[in-house]
């Protein structure tokens, strides 16, 4: 039985697939992780790991190893969970999985409540995953997670889901402010007081946009089909939390969650007068796993919050 300390160095490797992202994470050494993973081959007389487009990919061998590990710690959390709630205690830890675009806005809301109840309670918030938030729920590296309805996820993984859905957000245009356009703006500050736009009219603008991500295309197809879109990208970023700044820097356009335009309380943000461009924000977790004490006052402090627009106000 190798140590949990272990077990989650290699959980890591698997996550990230690459030794020097994880040795990185984990404020280790790359020849540790290294070794590690030459121990554990040798323990288990087994071959975890081969590399495949620069990427280290789990061998069959490898994926039931690391899913066996997986499981583990699924159920020593479920396990320190009902002993934390069995003493009553408020001691703990939860991880919580969120973009970084939308965290600093959100968690400043809710976190001051939250700790007023739960001072002990260790939170860890994830902002990054290669693979989407909804798999890292499903194997068991979060707790609870923050997610669009919207992003394309494998059955198998949907199907172990918990998803409550918490309230709808829109998907808004953001101009620059030298733009003519942006001068609407000045007059009406508040988006949703101002008529909407036709995406066609900017078909020959700069546009900055995120690398895109395979989760979000079907919600990115539905924005753009009703204009027959096709936007001249120029800058495209790795991260969504800078996207607003280039914006504001005059660099170009971009399409942005609504969430940006409440948290900023500053830009010119225009509505899409044809697509679909709303989606649900929900919270999951696991199905069958126990909800501590903490965690399910963490939803409702969301949904409490939800119910008093504290997220909407401009």
Not at 155 to 180: G, I, K, N, W
Not at 248 to 253: K, N, V, Y
Request: with cysteine; glycine share 2%; charged share 20%.
């Amino acid at each position: 039985m190798i140590s949990e300390r272990k077990m989650d160095y290699l959980l890591k490797i698997a996550q990230l697939q690459s030794i020097s992202a994880a040795a990185k994470a984990l404020y280790v050494s790359q020849p540790a992780l290294s070794q590690l993973i030459s121990s554990l081959e040798k323990t288990y007389n087994t071959k975890i790991f081969e590399y495949k487009n620069n990427r280290l990919i789990p061998t069959y061998s490898g994926e039931l190893l690391i899913e066996t590990f997986q499981k583990q710690k699924m159920l020593e959390n479920a396990l320190l969970g009902a002993l934390d709630d069995a003493r009553q205690s408020k001691s703990g830890r939860i991880s919580i999985g969120i973009s970084s675009g939308r965290a600093p806005m959100f968690l400043s809301i809710v976190l001051p409540d939250f700790q007023k109840i739960y001072p002990h309670v260790q939170l860890t918030v994830n902002t990054q995953s290669l693979n989407g938030f909804e798999s890292m729920i499903a194997s068991g590296q979060l707790d609870l997670a923050f997610v669009m309805n919207k992003a394309d996820v494998p059955t198998d993984v949907a199907d172990a889901l918990v998803c409550e859905p918490l309230f709808e957000y829109e998907c808004l245009l953001a101009a620059p402010p030298s733009h003519p356009i942006a001068e609407s703006a000045r007059i009406q500050p508040d988006w949703r007081l101002r008529p909407p736009v036709n995406l066609s009219d900017f078909q020959d603008e700069t546009f900055i946009q995120t690398v895109k991500n395979d989760r979000h295309r079907s919600w990115e197809r539905s924005l753009y089909a009703p204009y027959n879109f096709h936007p001249n990208y120029t800058i495209l970023l790795s991260d969504e939390s800078a996207l607003f700044d280039l914006v504001q820097a005059d660099l170009g356009f971009a399409l942005i969650q609504d969430y940006v335009a409440f948290s900023r309380k500053c830009g010119a943000f225009f509505r899409l007068d044809r697509s679909d461009s709303k989606a649900t924000l929900c919270v999951i977790y696991r199905k069958n796993v126990h909800l501590t004490e903490a965690m399910q006052y963490f939803i409702q402090l969301v949904k409490d919050h939800t119910k008093k627009n504290s997220f909407f106000k401009f």
